[in-house]
């Protein structure tokens, strides 16, 4: 099909930016060393593609995502990094011959495991981020509770998501080691083999975890992209020009719907972005191209982007046909 | 089944305040005063209460919804308010019996809406927001395009959506009426029976138009909250408390691809929302509630929020049952 032919707004994927950012990453962190995230891209096809350069663990943010995973026949080793207090959708993929691990950091996330046939945890540390994660000085009597449950406690995990676009990369680099120590400590009193956590932002600054749980890096977006990795933007939403008005716009069909706004507007490289509704964005640019014309949008943030579309479409290597359609099957709850 | 039983997050509706917003509606624009739009539910099941109320005009914003109302009957007279440079696929849904008109505001759409077999357009007119409308002064020669191509022109549409958040309500209201003196400049060129516009924000105020093109009033958002309409919150995302940290927050599993963050942040009735993630809402109470407690998120905007969610809840009327789940079955494009 040619790229024209999509039905817009649609996912493209630009395939050497695609392929250059695997291979960059699986450079820098073979094997077990990256724990990729499919919450980023909730894309099995492509999931696959990482487990194929030898990343065999996964982590995932909701059932849904470690479901269809093992569905996939990718369930080696998925960790659940996020908490549950219903784990029984769990259970069931463990007991479908699939390997779950699910954080916990509170008695009832460790009962709530235990109930639903979970027999892996991984101790979710706080290490500086509001969100989830437990003291580290408590760490030791949940990782206590959880192996008297009779449940495997496989390490921490921490989630340092409040360093990841903090700049510069010196800044980044100390602070993050800072929030490790909290980690390490933690370690001390749980044992276990794994040390998780990182993202796209400290994959290469944080050197005290045993495995990297970054998602963003493969398919990228505006707001990472500022941070000056090694990483190309390989995902755009492909909109066709619908409106384009003599006082000097022009609107194309990819909306807030089409994308994720919590980091704010999109680009489109040689305009300016103006604003989204619904199922538009206005902008100008010298010269306003025609209706009808296609132009390619930047997502600032990929994750709630992707998670909006049914799909989204490989390019192939000349970039005018559709080499290769992905469902993003891994969306909701 | 029991509201606790819900995997969350999930979409949750306060029936006694659907009831009372689709009862307010209707008798302050009885039957084809109000074209309800379904782009801020994308629920064919919410639609056909709409209908059954005397509303049988439904306003669409993008082609999927149309042919999704088509198939669920409810096509007696969909119009796409809204610009599209492929007509094919409306041309399919009036094949199949239903009455299609659709938004042009350029040469280019109305031969795209003659060449995909649509027979009927509306003049898309730029009454002050900077998205899709033509100037009015070339509203009488694209209506005669329209016509010597083989179609009807129904008359003119234009949506004063820069308005609709105006404050006060007389400011709101004497802007709206200069705004609709240049829709109704262009119907005198183009003529037909519509002239239609207005939205949840202006649906008592804009006596200019035919019908008035409102959705959001059905089920709210915090944004057209704050403006003292006389309409209900009926919608929540109901969320499981999954953290709760000693340091005085807590954390429930609706995250930003569970709600459109484009008007910022959610609420929490009597908490204070610190920020969304991903999956993730982090919010302080007092007292904080435990792990495993509900809460109920009220989205700041409502069109975005909905368009993640496979399906929404109806309750019943003590709120602890689940009465009617409705798929939203016109999301994507």
């Known amino acids: 099909m040619h790229v024209s032919e999509l039905q817009t707004p649609a996912l493209v994927v630009d395939p050497a930016a695609l392929e250059h950012n695997l291979a960059t990453m699986s450079a820098a962190l073979p094997g077990a060393r990256l724990r ?25 943010a909701t059932i849904r995502e470690v479901e269809g995973m ?9 960790m659940l990094a996020n908490e549950v207090v219903d784990a ?30 979970v027999r892996e945890v991984i101790i979710d540390v706080n290490v500086g ?20 449950a009779g449940m495997t406690v496989r390490g921490v995990m921490g989630y340092e998501g409040h360093l990841m676009m903090e700049q510069p990369r010196e800044d980044r680099s100390a602070k993050t080691e800072a929030s490790m120590a909290t980690l390490l400590q933690a370690h001390r009193h749980v044992g276990g083999e794994l040390v998780s956590g990182g993202g796209t932002g400290t994959y290469d600054v944080n050197k005290w975890v ?20 090694p990483f190309r933007q390989a995902l755009f939403v492909e909109a066709t ?18 994308l994720g706004m919590d980091h704010g507007n999109p680009s489109i490289d040689g305009a300016d972005v103006w604003y989204c509704s619904d199922e538009h964005v206005t902008f100008s640019s010298s010269p306003l191209p025609a209706v009808g014309h296609r132009v390619r949008v930047i997502p600032a943030h990929i994750d709630p982007t992707i998670a909006y579309h ?11 046909q559709v080499a290769e ?9």
Request: hydrophobic fraction near 45%; include cysteine.
């Open 70 to 78: 093992a569905a996939a026949g990718l369930g080696e080793d998925l």
């Open 241 to 258: 020009v619908i409106s384009v008005s003599s006082s000097g716009w022009a609107v194309a069909d990819c909306g807030l719907k089409a």
């Open 210 to 229: 045993t495995e990297i749980q970054a998602g963003s890096y493969v398919l990228m977006d505006s707001a990472y992209g500022a941070l000056g990795l």
């Open 310 to 320: 049914e799909r989204m479409h490989v390019l192939n290597p000349a970039g005018d």
């Open 88 to 117: 029984r959708r769990l259970g069931k993929v463990v007991a479908g011959g699939a390997r779950v691990t699910v954080a916990v950091d509170s008695p009832a996330t460790v009962e709530a495991a235990a109930a639903g046939g």
């Open 129 to 148: 981020l509001p969100r989830c994660g437990c003291d580290p000085v408590e760490s030791g009597r949940l990782a206590d509770r959880a192996r008297a």
């Open 325 to 333: 359609t992905w469902e993003v099957d891994l969306r909701g709850w």
């Open 36 to 60: 990729p995230h499919v919450k980023a891209h909730k894309t099995t096809a492509l999931a696959a593609r990482q487990a194929a350069l030898g990343h065999h663990g996964f982590t995932c």
